[in-house]
């Protein structure tokens, strides 16, 4: 029996044709659906988040704790899954281009580039995520200003309004990119470690501890796969340690992302956050309930991820 790490890094032979059609529809779907589990996981995590990272008046005096007690006294339960719609219909494209990209980068830069190893993880990581930043950006926008407004003191009435503000009053397509280039600066050191240490754990961890850590996979009895649980924690492991490099570019983006909603949105560089909120309470505020969120995100991402391969014969 091999290990899935070993087995993907050479070609196979499906044992049967209908196994090979439509490969990356199904690569597409299972991406998606491993983001939506994601981040549905994590929906009033990310509405603190943000509130704090961008420093809301009405919450910006609070910790994170606070911060999750208030909003529901403030709006209601269902105001920590303010935005979460938008996020919906952002997440299952970014999730599916982002697995999908990862699996298309990893097989060119192994076998027509011939870059191999852990280093091809690290590279086709950062690429996949740039490549799904790119193709939502304009969602995360969206998402972002719906989760930054409070009750009693609403901009916009929903999705397709704040499309519709934003593209008139904020410069037309390019009003949907602020903040675009730190969060591409950001995704390349997030998205790539977040693959290279999930996937090397996984490497590793089935090389040298294959009864303790592995099981056969289900659709495919010779590929050997991690537990469920091994895969939570590898998963978990691997979003703490990429949130932890790329989480300041992350505060710059929800800044320029706000834009017009913040009154100093004309300052939303991080030598700005730096100098007016220090380090504590700029550049890494909100970080402590990030290693909350991105843990379980991170870990039921790649191991929804992992199942729907499964599920819809990947491996």
């Not at 919450?59 to 911060?67: A, E, M, N, P, R």
């Not at 719906?146 to 904020?170: C, M, P, S, W």
């Not at 099981?215 to 990429?242: E, F, M, Q």
């Not at 992350?250 to 380090?279: H, I, W």
């Amino acid at each position: 029996m091999t290990s899935e790490a070993a087995v993907s890094t050479r070609p196979t032979m499906s044992s049967t044709p209908s196994k090979g059609d439509y490969h990356w529809v199904r690569s597409f779907v299972a991406g998606g659906v491993a983001g939506c589990c994601a981040k549905t996981t994590i929906a009033p995590l990310d509405r603190v988040k943000i509130l704090l990272q961008a420093q809301n008046p009405h919450y910006k005096h609070l910790g994170v704790i606070s911060t999750l007690r208030a909003v529901p006294k403030k709006e209601g339960i269902l105001g920590l899954y303010k935005g979460n719609g938008a996020m919906m219909v952002r997440i299952f494209p970014y999730g599916a281009i982002q697995f999908m990209a990862f699996d298309k980068y990893k097989k060119l830069l192994s076998k027509q580039i011939g870059i191999s190893g852990h280093i091809h993880r690290l590279m086709a990581g950062s690429m996949a995520g740039m490549t799904a930043v790119i193709c939502t950006y304009p969602l995360d926008v969206i998402r972002a200003r719906l989760a930054f407004q409070v009750k009693g003191d609403h901009r916009y009435t929903g999705i397709a309004n704040a499309f519709h503000t934003i593209y008139l009053k904020e410069g037309g397509v390019l009003g949907f990119y602020r903040g675009l280039t730190p969060t591409l600066i950001g995704m390349a050191p997030y998205a790539g470690l977040s693959f290279f240490t999930f996937g090397t754990l996984k490497s590793l961890g089935l090389k040298h501890f294959p009864e303790l850590l592995g099981r056969p996979s289900s659709d495919n009895p010779d590929v050997l796969i991690l537990k469920t649980h091994v895969n939570l924690l590898c998963g978990g492991v691997a979003g703490a340690i990429a949130q932890t490099a790329s989480y300041p570019l992350d505060v710059a983006r929800r800044r320029m992302q706000l834009g017009a909603v913040l009154p100093d949105s004309e300052k939303c560089t991080l030598k700005y956050v730096y100098n007016t909120f220090g380090v504590k309470k700029g550049l890494y505020r909100g970080l402590s309930l990030n290693y909350i969120r991105c843990v379980p995100s991170q870990a039921v991402a790649f191991t929804t991820y992992e199942f729907m391969k499964q599920v819809l014969h990947l491996n």
